[in-house]
């Protein structure tokens, strides 16, 4: 079988002989097929290995770096709630903070939950936190008979309103 616009001898219109493809080899012969990994032998070298040594910590210094510093607020009445489900929502020029999560008993009124995350966003310094949920979890350490304790749970984004210019 001949390829669209080749000649007998699998020659294009232009004169140029078109590739094969039945017996191309796409990798080349240091490469090592295990399953559906590529294995690609590296020898250690001292550059290497302090390339590998220093990632991680390159991948912590930027995310570090992507958190304002701000001063913590006096107590959580400074800090504004906003919820978007029941329409309340953030000036439109906040900044994030990060998100905030809290774990409280079973049980635990919907106002303390808030309270909390309140308190927490007030130790980073937000203006107001967007609540993303207020609900239950299962997460955490499971007991010796390997049941999990149920948990009331409320997750928020903290925020801030960065200064007019």
Do not use: W
Request: hydrophobic share 45%.
């Amino acid at each position: 079988m001949r390829p669209a616009g080749a000649d007998a001898e699998g020659r294009a219109r232009g004169g140029a002989a078109l590739p094969r493809t039945a017996a191309a080899s796409y990798l080349p012969l240091p490469f090592h097929y295990f399953g559906e990994v590529l294995m690609i032998p590296v020898a250690a070298t001292r550059s290497v290995l302090v390339a590998l040594a220093l990632a991680p910590a390159l991948v912590l210094a930027s995310g570090c770096a992507s958190m304002p510093k701000l001063p913590p607020k006096a107590g959580p009445e400074e800090v504004k709630v906003y919820d978007p489900s029941i329409g309340q929502f953030p000036p439109e020029n906040y900044k994030a903070i990060g998100p905030i999560r809290v774990e409280r008993p079973l049980g635990t009124a919907q106002s303390e939950l808030i309270l909390a995350l309140r308190t927490e966003a007030a130790k980073l310094g937000a203006d107001g936190i967007i609540i993303q949920r207020i609900g239950r979890t299962t997460e955490g350490a499971a007991e010796p008979d390997l049941t999990r304790d149920e948990r009331a749970v409320a997750e928020a984004l903290a925020i801030y309103y960065p200064p007019s210019q």
